[in-house]
Structures are given as structure tokens and as C-alpha cells.
């Protein structure tokens, strides 16, 4: 590969990893090819993109975007590193690692790190706080929610409170003086 080349596939990955911003690193190292090809194609049925690159491809495209490039050099820019990129969720990559690990629990796609929002998560154990994560959807849900709670409840109350204070304006004019 030229150094032309490689120019050019660091500006794309550079410009890929900017306009992503939610990506995981993962290790495919280890599966046969049709393993790879079936992770590839559910990366694919749920709208992600799985890619393999070098090392310092990945590193030199992290220090174009200002990302955490160096501590993804330190810990996790070892081995084989693919990226999943995913343009609407952080969450789905998670979720589809552990769906692929399940499927074959022998052999899977070993998480390394994720950078959500531009915020870093390296090592395995973040994969179970990266599952926990909730979407933009569900977050906007639960403030609607928490702010119509309040709400709810005075209306309700003063819904039963009409039926009981008819009933007492009835008792009080039916009463012998």
C-alpha cells in the first residue's frame, strides 16, 4: 500500500469516525470467514457497518478528529481491530455483540472500546454499562413523563373530588335546617 493510499483511507476513516458519533472497536480475530461474513450481514440487517483496519490507520484517523487516540493506542489498538459504526445508537452496537456471543459463545466478536458522543469507553466490563445506556427516544420519553406526572395527578384529583363534593352540596341542601 502507497502512502498515497493510506493518505487517502485515513481522510476517510478521519471524516467517517467525525460524521459517526457513535462507534465501537471490536476484535473479530479468531472467527473463520464465514463467521465474519454472517457478523457483517447482522451489522448490516440492523443499519451498522463493520470494517476492519489497521492499527495505525485508526490511530492516525483518531488524532485528525481530536479524538482519544492515545489512550486507544495504549490499551486497545493491539491485534486485529474492526470498527462498528453506528449512526443512530449508541446502545445497538452493544446489543449485537452480545446477540452475535450468544449465537456462537465459542468463538464471538470481542469488544475493545466504544467512543460514544465522543466520550471513550475501554475494556470489557463497559460493554454491560454501554447495554445499559438509554437512547435519545427513551430518554425524551421519561421527561415527558416525569413532567406530566404532576399534572395528572391534580386533574385526577380534582376529577374525584367533583363526584364527592356534588354528593356533600346534595347531602347539605336535603338536610332538615
Do not use: H
Not at 10 to 35: R, W
Not at 78 to 100: D, M, N, Q, R, W
Not at 141 to 162: E, F, H, T, Y
Request: hydrophobic share 35%; with cysteine.
Amino acid at each position: 500500500m502507497t502512502r498515497e493510499e493510506k493518505g487517502q483511507i485515513i481522510e476517510e476513516l478521519a471524516g467517517k469516525l467525525k460524521s459517526t458519533p457513535y462507534f465501537y472497536i471490536a476484535d473479530s480475530s479468531g472467527l473463520s470467514v464465514s463467521q465474519i461474513n454472517n457478523f457483517r450481514r447482522l451489522c448490516f440487517n440492523k443499519g451498522l457497518e463493520y470494517k476492519v483496519y489497521k492499527n495505525t490507520l485508526i490511530a492516525k484517523a483518531l488524532e485528525r478528529i481530536n479524538g482519544d487516540a492515545e489512550t486507544f493506542r495504549k490499551s486497545v489498538l493491539k491485534g486485529t481491530s474492526g470498527i462498528i459504526f453506528s449512526p443512530e445508537s449508541g446502545k445497538l452496537p452493544a446489543t449485537l455483540l452480545k446477540e452475535f456471543a450468544r449465537q456462537s459463545p465459542e468463538k464471538n466478536v470481542r469488544f475493545k472500546a466504544a467512543s460514544i458522543e465522543m466520550e471513550s469507553y475501554v475494556g470489557a466490563d463497559q460493554l454491560d454499562a454501554l447495554l445499559n445506556l438509554k437512547t435519545k427516544n427513551e430518554l425524551i420519553g421519561d421527561i415527558i413523563g416525569i413532567l406530566q406526572s404532576p399534572a395528572k395527578n391534580v386533574i385526577s384529583g380534582l376529577q374525584s373530588g367533583k363526584n364527592k363534593l356534588a354528593g356533600i352540596v346534595k347531602t347539605l341542601s336535603e338536610r332538615p335546617q
